[in-house]
């Protein structure tokens, strides 16, 4: 079973940039997550989507973040326009369902550096 | 004050030895319990997980929940080099809202 796949695995980018990361989950699981994770710390939810509708979006900085999942199956997360305080790496996960019981499936993460 | 606390380490210990890693939570809403371990950069990948208060036993790992306390812990027993990795507890709510603590780094000497 193939696993998450995320791309790009690194990017460099100048404060102000705008930039963009992809997810394509495992087959068949209707729950995508991203996550923030700053060096030394957890990984942060910013945006949870059932199939293409968002179920939680609180932590979603929206001013500058976006994200979208078309046809409930690859998701993609924007930056525009990038801090430097958005360097962290950037966990893509999906679920065969949301909530209890269903393990989430990490995929590698992209490391974003912003200057 | 965050929701969940984790021992932040890092921790040193010798090949065999019996690991010991721990977290505290807040909220009475998280109901299911999970451990995480996460090789420098790579995705974290889950070792366990529990929704009841006692242990769960897989091979060399036991989870520990006592939700009375708010404390959940993992150890390791037979400690080895492969172990060494970050560990990260998290917890699910009732609403189905994953929350992870900061993460311990383990480092296992042979």
């Known amino acids: 079973e193939a696993g998450v796949a995320q791309s790009p695995r690194y990017k460099i980018i100048e404060k102000r940039q705008s930039v963009a990361f992809w997810c394509n989950p495992i087959?068949?699981?209707?729950?995508l997550y991203w996550y923030q994770q700053i060096l030394g710390q957890g990984p942060k939810l910013l945006i949870q989507?059932?199939?293409?509708?968002?179920?939680?979006d609180s932590q979603l900085p929206k001013d500058r973040f976006s994200a979208e999942r078309l046809k409930g199956v690859d998701s993609t997360l924007k930056i525009q326009p990038a801090k430097l305080e958005d360097s962290a790496v950037y966990l893509c996960?999906?679920?065969?369902?949301?909530?209890?019981?269903?393990?989430?499936?990490f995929g590698p993460g992209t490391r974003l550096t912003v200057l | 004050q965050k929701e969940v606390e984790q021992d932040p380490g890092p921790l040193s210990v010798p090949e065999g030895a019996i690991v010991s890693l721990n977290c505290t939570y807040s909220?009475?809403?998280?109901?299911?319990f999970m451990w995480y371990r996460q090789y420098s950069r790579k995705g974290p990948e889950l070792l366990m997980y529990?929704?009841?208060?006692g242990n769960k036993e897989d091979g060399r790992f036991t989870a520990q929940v006592d939700k009375s306390s708010k404390y959940i812990s993992l150890f390791i027993r037979d400690s080895q080099p492969s172990d060494s990795a970050t560990y990260l507890c998290?917890?699910?709510?009732?609403?189905?809202?994953?929350?992870f603590g900061d993460g311990t780094t383990l480092t296992v000497k042979p």
């Open positions: 996960a999906s679920s065969l369902r949301q909530g209890q019981g269903n393990e989430q499936f």
């Open positions: 998290a917890m699910i709510s009732n609403a189905g809202k994953s929350t």
């Open positions: 529990t929704y009841s208060s």
């Open positions: 989507f059932q199939n293409n509708g968002v179920v939680d």
């Open positions: 087959s068949g699981h209707a729950t």
């Open positions: 909220n009475s809403a998280f109901q299911y």
